[in-house]
């Protein structure tokens, strides 16, 4: 049943929530229900969860969040983090209303450093967007001292980033660790010396795609 209809993250419950009340309060007038329902399941469908199967292999990173790789090139990481100025390989995923909006880590490792940043809300999709939009970064070192930084961006439609994850947090390789709602686009920053293992125009699926490989 879960494979089939997968949960609904927990910060979603509020607007499926919201729905379901404007369904039972207006039981007696068709439109009133109509649109409760129909409100109902388009944010259950906007915040679920769909279970994933991280790569056995190890040294990999993978896709934080599902959608559209939409640009591949190499920029500086986002100034807050303190990593200096120095162009690294990075991978950007647009997220489509359509697409599951759950983030996930792209590395096993120790959160090193979480860094939010307010801005004015611009098109996700843009290469400028991470400069000009609200976004919060999370750095991941690994085992091996890898460091590989993952950029929530907040959209034109979104208005709030989730993020839980914390400095001094383990995670590991595909664990939810935050969601944008209603509209985003997700940055991975690799080492330096990496080498994409995508391109854009390619799906991505969170927790599963391999972005890159570390060596």
Not at 4 to 17: C, E, Q, R, Y
Not at 89 to 108: G, K, M, T
Not at 194 to 204: D, L
Request: proline letters at 9%; glycine letters at 10%; hydrophobic letters at 45%.
């Amino acid at each position: 049943m879960r494979e089939t209809v997968p949960p609904v993250h927990p910060a979603g419950l509020p607007f499926v929530s919201a729905g379901l009340v404007l369904a039972v309060l207006g039981r007696h007038h068709r439109w009133p229900r109509r649109a409760g329902l129909l409100a109902a399941g388009a944010c259950a469908a906007f915040f679920r969860h769909p279970p994933r199967v991280p790569p056995a292999r190890p040294d990999v990173v993978v896709a934080p969040a599902d959608g559209l790789v939409c640009l591949v090139d190499s920029a500086a990481p986002p100034a807050e983090l303190g990593m200096g100025d120095a162009p690294l390989p990075r991978v950007s995923i647009f997220l489509s209303i359509f697409d599951a909006h759950v983030q996930r880590a792209p590395v096993s490792g120790e959160v090193v450093a979480v860094q939010h940043r307010a801005g004015r809300f611009g098109s996700a999709d843009l290469p400028s967007a991470s400069d000009e939009n609200e976004r919060t970064s999370v750095r991941i070192r690994t085992e091996s001292g890898a460091e590989v930084v993952a950029v929530q961006i907040a959209g034109l439609v979104a208005r709030r980033i989730v993020c839980n994850a914390r400095a001094g947090d383990k995670l590991s390789i595909g664990d939810t660790y935050g969601l944008i709602r209603f509209g985003s686009r997700l940055d991975t920053y690799l080492p330096a010396g990496a080498s994409p293992a995508v391109s854009a125009g390619q799906r991505a699926v969170a927790g599963e795609t391999v972005l890159a490989e570390l060596r």
